[in-house]
């Protein structure tokens, strides 16, 4: 059976946001993903290993540290954009979104339920009950990341494996140039199901409290995947989990690959 994160970003590919994790949250210890990270991806998580564009001794670099001769990097603001998204749902292209409620319950809790027609054996949905995103990368046409990347990556691959004893590829080092945050979420991949099946994704007592699960209505899919947001009242509207990732990484050929 296929791992739900890589259903899920497979399926999601074609959104024009980057590369969609599974698992937006973040190591506490580390910190919120952020442009000049430099790790890899994990059962649809992001690790990061340290951030070029901080210094050494910077809360994003404590945890790991820095290669040896780290020299941080500087992009220029004019290099940057930022935009905000309004929209509560991304799907993959052979789902049709159907019918979304939200019943008010007792005190400010409510109901939920999101459901959606499948015409593929395979999907993906991402649902942000803020109906709120915002994105920040570095622009595709600036060369300085591509450019601190060629010079670099042989070097980070070297002390990633000798110094952090982590097993990762070449090609699976990621250097971040953006990135797509939210305040909370909820995911869902399925796999194997039958066509032209419907998923509904709902629970009770709130968006923000209830556990969700993905029930498909003919229960005929072997592989059916949720994953959502756990969030605590004071931590409820920060825009810190990362839906979609940019980022630039080494692939054969010297040649530079991104997304």
Known sequence: MPAASNVYAHALADEDYGYPLWDPGYEQKAGEVEIGDVGFIEKGRFV?????????????????????????LTI???????????????????????????TAGAGSTFDASLTYKATSSSGAILHLPTGYAEERQVSERSMIMH????RNYEHWHRYIQQSQKFTVAENDLLFVRGWVKTADWIVAAFAHSKEEEGASIGGGHGLFKASFSID?????????????????????????????????KHTAHDRWNGC
Request: proline fraction near 2%; aromatic fraction near 8%.
């Open 216 to 248: 498909l209505a003919k229960q005929e899919v072997q592989g059916g995947w949720t994953n959502r947001c756990a969030r605590t009242k004071q931590e409820a509207h920060q825009v810190d989990q990362c839906i979609f990732i940019h980022f630039l």
């Open 76 to 102: 220029d603001e004019k290099h940057i954009s930022t935009s905000s998204i309004n929209r509560d749902s991304f799907w993959s292209k052979h789902i049709t979104k159907v019918e979304a409620k939200a």
């Open 48 to 72: 990061r290993l340290f951030n070029v564009m901080q210094r050494p001794d910077d809360e994003l670099n404590a945890l790991r540290g820095v290669p040896e001769g780290f020299r941080q």
């Open 147 to 150: 450019e601190y990347l060629r």
